[in-house]
């Protein structure tokens, strides 16, 4: 049974730094890809980085340089640490992993690249 938990949301002044978390209970030691998207209220759901089996990130654009995402295998977490933050990067934050038979990921892969799904984490921006 694969649970994701997201944790570390919260309110960030612009130009700050903020840790999220995601463990992946029952996932990470046959995982795939793993990936963070990001919803704001009235749009679709985006992803924004993801890291494949070979531990290889992707990033989109916009985030290029300020996001970093990771995984501790040991520690069943995925991580997305976000430097110098915009007010465009408020929303929430859902970690996702696929069913384990991807090798390679890309920041922009649709929502159904991926089987499983965190309930979020709200991140605000001021």
């Known amino acids: 049974h694969v649970q994701l938990v997201e944790s570390g949301g919260g309110s960030v002044q612009a130009g700050g730094s903020l840790s999220l978390s995601c463990a992946t209970r029952?996932?990470?030691?046959?995982?795939?890809?793993l990936a963070w998207f990001r919803q704001v209220p009235g749009k679709e759901r985006e992803g924004v980085a993801c890291?494949?089996?070979?531990?290889?990130?992707d990033y989109i654009r916009s985030v290029k340089g300020r996001f970093t995402i990771s995984k501790d295998v040991a520690k069943n977490t995925l991580y997305l640490e976000i430097n110098n933050v915009k007010y465009e990067d408020a929303g929430t934050y859902y970690c996702?992993?696929?069913?384990?038979?991807?090798?390679?990921?890309?920041?922009?892969?649709?929502?159904?690249?991926?089987?499983?799904w965190g309930h979020g984490t709200q991140v605000t921006v001021s």
């Open positions: 890291i494949d089996k070979r531990d290889d990130p």
């Open positions: 996702a992993a696929d069913g384990g038979t991807n090798t390679y990921c890309g920041a922009d892969d649709p929502p159904g690249f991926y089987d499983y």
């Open positions: 029952g996932y990470t030691r046959r995982s795939g890809c």
